[in-house]
């Protein structure tokens, strides 16, 4: 058969398919009973009957456009319980996610399909127990039934789940202890049981079971152990067991290089001081540390210094020798510090005064003296000094700087306060028995709360005494003072402007672009979280979170902005990107969009964590990415690394569980079952953002470098609906990066964008994962001064696409497979938009030709 009889009959294959959905017994059907039987009626156009199922917003299917692969259906306001005989018929659906809904029971026939990959419950109202016949879903890689009313016990049969990547019941209300059979999920990375009524021990070799193990969360339940049940950590980065009945010593937790530790409100005992014994352990990993609440003595680590990032410490609440204030002036990066009732005695150092970073200060209760050294209250939200014995003036600076903070306390101690503004409701809160003497303070109603064993017009006349003083000192300074300043003030004068900076405007330079953020005050612009709306985030977080959006944190510099990376308070880490181009939307118009973007969510999408309106700046915030781009992966060296030798000896290799097990980041992508993934990933996605949301996104900046893979090596998608947020100023933003530009932008003028220019972009994605060649400006064979569509559609039209195969990879997969992809991409690029396949039907090409599981 000629290759254009071959494209003619594909594409007449995508557009003929038969209306078959209306006939009982069709997954059209099944789906279409489901959205009626849930509450939602055709005039929702959710669904609607004139036209193909597969067409509707969410529903995803093979290539025969018959049968549902995925169904999202998340934050319809389905409620209810699912009835049977609906979406549990779907028999070759392999995701399924129904979240953030008013669900209130499952479907008996759910438990049958034995095809699905991903299932996501969570945020709905789903009570009773998780039935054994969950063990029926073989081949689920990740499990959502967070926020629930999900009781009993987590079932035994979870041990048959022997591909599952992801496990979250956090936020329900589970009883018994850990089941046993959670330790035949071998291939978990992560896990997260917090928030729910769970007690017992560990299962024995708990840790020693899951290899890959990234996160694991058991806050907020009744679980008792040991320290030495840590014995086999393995690859975890992230363990969280605060709230819980673990006790005895910590030291093996410290064995490996975690990067985030909290094991707050338990029950540890033991010499802390002992950690500093472990040699093996690699300080310079961690980021955040909580160990407050417990019951640990001795002396607090000599060794902090050698944690350069760590950004959060809590030690409070625990039984600590007394001792001098720890050294941590090396902790550059810190941002919150509680020492609260750690037996601390002496001065409080004044090297503290460099912890720039710094929003958080808690060392209250303990036996401090001397004065409050001179802190930096740049990015100063939370200080706690009370109950100790300091003395002396409360620096001017933190003075000015109340105002503006969320908390402060500097009860019980012998301060002299020196300002007339305080209200009498704040000395009674942040100041009471902690005033020696008020030098400057008039009016003596504010101190009538004070002691009452002395006569109160003994006090007032005394205050007013005083007030007298005050009053003929003030004139004599101004009288000599105003003309010479001691040296004391001129030292504090400059300090306070040094504290200043924390008003803008704020200026930011990178080696592409200059862009200001305007705002008068960085910590009264808010910073949006979505998941985490009670966190009161500022401007002045994201200062920090970057290092005041230093060059040393830019990931990356992109059409729309930089990208910067950071760790918000409460250890989130994330990426920064700042759309400096400026938009023509209002505040509120941005915020609305960024809103609806957050609510997007798809296991192949970079979710967008949060946002911040910065003056004219639009700054979008999202999960970090851990294993970086396409971009960086396929064409160059690693982020940071500066010659081939830094990495030449890392290696990827496959195992046999999901085929790539991460070694290193030299030959991430020499398989071909590996670029597949990445390309059907990318397909689903761009696939969901065109048919699943409604409207439909246009993404509009298809390239490699917004392909990221996550912590499990999935593919996800960036950048989605951000050309939007610009309104209607986009510029060169709607024609695409070099080298992605389709067609009819060169040919049309003010063409619009369309999902098809998605689709020729996403062909040229699919050209660079099976040739290993850039878009333009790389060497091609045969060919002069050409690009990459070019150079492979030739060869394609000439039955010779063999010839462009990445010899890195052309002897992991059939090379049929390849040449068919190769097809596919041809399709894609063709120069007529209404030629190219939808992202619904590139979807279904690229599974039918899915590698087995030993290639």
């Known amino acids: 058969m000629g290759f254009g009889l071959f494209v003619s009959m594909l594409v007449l294959s995508f557009f003929l398919k038969p209306l078959s959905f209306q006939q009982q017994n069709t997954d059209g059907y099944f789906v279409s009973e489901f959205f009626k039987k849930m509450g939602l009626p055709p005039s929702s156009q959710i669904y609607n009957s004139s036209v193909h199922f597969c067409s509707w917003r969410g529903v995803f299917c093979d290539a025969s456009k018959e049968q549902v692969i995925e169904l999202g259906a998340s934050g319809l306001g389905l409620s209810g319980t699912i009835p049977d005989t609906t979406i549990g018929k779907l028999t070759k659906l392999q995701i399924l996610d129904l979240s953030n809904n008013r669900i209130t029971g499952l479907p008996s026939d759910l438990w049958s399909l034995g095809s699905l990959k991903i299932l996501n419950l969570s945020l709905n109202q789903i009570s009773g127990s998780l039935p054994n016949n969950i063990g029926n879903f073989g081949l689920l890689q990740s499990i959502d039934l967070s926020s629930n009313n999900l009781s009993g016990e987590i079932p035994e049969s979870i041990t048959s789940l022997v591909s599952l990547q992801e496990l979250r019941l956090d936020r329900n209300r589970f009883e018994q202890s850990i089941p046993i059979g959670i330790l035949g999920c071998e291939s978990l990375v992560h896990i997260d049981l917090s928030s729910n ?10 840790f020693a079971a899951f290899p890959k193990l990234k996160t694991l969360n058991l806050a907020g339940n009744e679980i008792y152990g040991r320290g030495s049940d840590f014995l086999e950590l393995k690859s975890i980065t992230t363990l969280n067991i605060s709230g819980n009945l673990f006790q005895d010593s910590v030291i093996e937790i410290f064995k490996e290089p975690l990067e985030v530790i909290d094991l707050s409100r338990n029950q540890f005992q033991g010499h802390i001081s002992q950690v500093q014994l472990n040699t093996s352990y690699n300080w310079s990993h961690l980021v955040y540390l909580d160990l407050s609440e417990n019951q640990l003595n001795g002396e607090l680590f000599h060794n902090l210094n050698q944690a350069r990032n760590l950004k959060h410490l809590n030690l409070a609440f625990n039984r600590f020798t007394r001792q001098e204030f720890p050294q941590i002036e090396m902790l550059s990066s810190l941002e919150y510090l509680n020492l609260s009732k750690t037996s601390l005695i002496g001065q409080v150092p004044a090297a503290v005064s460099r912890l720039s970073n710094l929003h958080t200060l808690d060392i209250s209760d303990n036996h401090l003296i001397g004065q409050i050294p001179l802190l930096s209250v740049k990015n100063l939200q939370v200080l706690d000094v009370s109950i100790n014995n300091m003395s002396g003036d409360i620096p001017v600076s933190l003075l000015e700087k109340l105002p503006w903070m969320e908390r ?37 109603s504010l101190f009538k709360r004070r002691s009452t064993r002395h006569n109160k017009g003994l006090n007032l006349a005394l205050v007013l005494t005083l007030s007298m003083v005050c009053l003929l000192a003030a004139l004599l300074f101004l ?14 004068q400059t300090a306070w402007k040094e504290e200043q900076n924390i008003s803008g405007p704020f200026s930011f330079q990178t080696d592409s672009t200059t862009w200001v953020a305007d705002v008068k005050q960085a910590t009264s612009v808010q910073v949006v979280i979505f998941e985490k709306p009670l966190l009161n985030i500022t401007f002045a977080d994201l200062l920090s979170a970057t290092s005041n959006f230093d060059r040393g944190t830019l990931l990356a510099e992109g059409k729309f902005g930089p990208v910067y990376r950071g760790f918000l308070p409460g250890g989130i880490h994330v990426a920064v990107k700042v759309l400096v181009h400026g938009s023509t939307l209002t505040d509120q118009e941005a915020a609305r969009e960024l809103e609806y973007l957050g609510r997007i969510k798809h296991p192949n999408l970079v979710p967008l964590t949060g946002y911040c309106l910065a003056g004219d700046q639009r700054i979008a915030i999202y999960d970090y990415m851990e294993n970086g781009n396409l971009q960086n992966l396929l064409h160059d060296l690693p982020l940071g690394v500066q010659t081939t030798d830094d990495w030449s000896t890392d290696t990827w290799e496959e195992d046999d569980n999901n085929g790539i097990q991460n070694v290193g ?45 996550d912590y499990n090596l999935e593919p996800r998608l ?54 290993g060649k850039k878009p333009i400006g790389d060497d091609y064979p045969e060919e002069k001064e050409s690009t990459l569509v070019s150079w492979v559609r030739e060869l394609v039209r000439k039955n010779k696409g063999s010839v462009a195969i990445d010899p890195k990879i052309r002897e992991t997969g059939p090379e049929e497979q390849m040449v068919e992809a190769l097809k596919i991409g041809y399709l894609c690029t063709a120069d007529l938009p209404s030629k190219r396949p939808s992202m619904q039907q590139i979807v279904g090409l690229l599974k039918d030709m899915e590698p087995s599981g030993n290639q």
């Not at 009524?197 to 708990?206: A, C, I, Q």
Request: aromatic share 12%; proline share 7%; glycine share 8%.
């Open 718 to 771: 960036s950048d989605f609906g951000l050309a939007k947020i610009f309104g209607n100023d986009l510029d060169e933003i709607s024609h695409g990066s070099p080298g992605y530009v389709p067609p009819e932008f060169f040919k049309l003028e003010n063409e619009s964008p369309t999902p098809k220019s998605d689709v020729y972009c996403f062909g040229i994605v699919l050209f660079e994962l099976i040739t």
């Open 408 to 444: 402060f306390n500097f009860s019980y101690n012998n301060l002299t306060l020196c300002a007339s503004e305080i209200t009498p409701e704040t000395l009674q809160s942040s100041f009471y028995g902690s005033l020696n003497s008020c030098p400057i303070a008039a009016n003596p």
């Open 479 to 492: 009288a000599f003072g105003c003309r010479r300043k001691t040296s004391m003030w001129a030292v504090k």
């Open 197 to 206: 009524r769970l007690n017992g021990s560990l299962p024995d070799g708990f």
């Open 665 to 709: 980041s030299g030959g991430l992508l020499t398989t071909w079952r590996f670029r597949h993934k990445i390309a059907l990933g990318t397909a689903r996605a761009l696939a969901f953002l065109h048919h699943g949301c409604s409207p439909p996104i246009i993404h509009i900046d298809i390239k490699a470098s917004s392909v990221y893979l």
